[in-house]
């Protein structure tokens, strides 16, 4: 045999492509894994968006209904405001002029809501008692339920339109989650097509960290 030709011997030969093949598997097995995680968490952030989406439809349909509620009995009241008024002051016109009958005619059309206002109102003996409050409709005591009911429909409109806004950013930020998943799919996908082993390791590095921060983030959204 020619002197410095190294002949390898059969069992050199196995070790060395054994120890290939081993590496290859651990990169593979690596991918692997990667790819399957990315899969589950893209599932799972696109369930999680299409239920937040749904959430913020409901809102955002109970916040509209609680507004145009809230228009009407703002209307309502308005209406029923102004016929107190108008009632009031026919009233006070009919009185000052001694047309007494007239002027109980109106005091029964008051309102039951207005009654206790008048009531309270005279007790301070106005037309002689110039610190009296200037209309019943100012008295503490008079109130319009319809007016107070279009304030709480407002108060749910406007509390259902902020779970509605949570709701939509909470979907978005699923969605956005999955920019970082998707980005693992490649890199995942692409480390396998490598035979350079640094390539391989960094691509899969890349991968990794992708996938750590995408996960980081959906640990931190809330469910539904």
Not at 18 to 23: E, I, L, N, Q, Y
Not at 47 to 68: F, K
Request: glycine letters at 6%.
């Amino acid at each position: 045999m020619p002197e410095g030709v190294h002949v390898h011997a059969p069992h050199e030969l196995t070790e060395a492509s054994d120890a290939v093949s081993g590496r290859e598997r651990v990169f593979e097995l690596l991918a692997v894994l990667f790819l399957s995680l990315a899969t589950v968490c893209i599932a799972w952030s696109g369930y999680q968006a299409a239920r937040w989406s749904g959430i913020q439809a409901r809102h955002y349909a109970q916040a509209s209904t609680a507004r145009s509620l809230a228009n009407r009995a703002a209307t309502l009241g308005g209406q029923q405001r102004i016929q107190d008024l108008l009632n009031f002051n026919r009233w006070l016109e009919t009185s000052t002029d001694g047309k007494q009958d007239l002027a109980n005619l109106y005091v029964r059309r008051f309102r039951p809501e207005f009654v206790p206002a008048y009531t309270a109102w005279l007790a301070q003996d106005p037309l002689h008692n110039e610190s009296a409050t200037a209309s019943p409709l100012l008295m503490k005591q008079y109130h319009v339920a319809e007016l107070e009911r279009a304030d709480r429909l407002e108060n749910k409109g406007d509390y259902h339109f902020e779970l509605a806004k949570e709701a939509t950013e909470h979907a978005d930020a699923y969605i956005f989650g999955t920019v970082f998943f998707a980005a693992v799919l490649f890199f995942g996908g692409i480390s396998m097509r490598f035979s350079w082993e640094p390539m391989r390791i960094t691509v899969l590095t890349v991968a990794a960290l992708f996938l750590a921060y995408g996960i980081v983030q959906l640990a931190t959204l809330p469910t539904s």
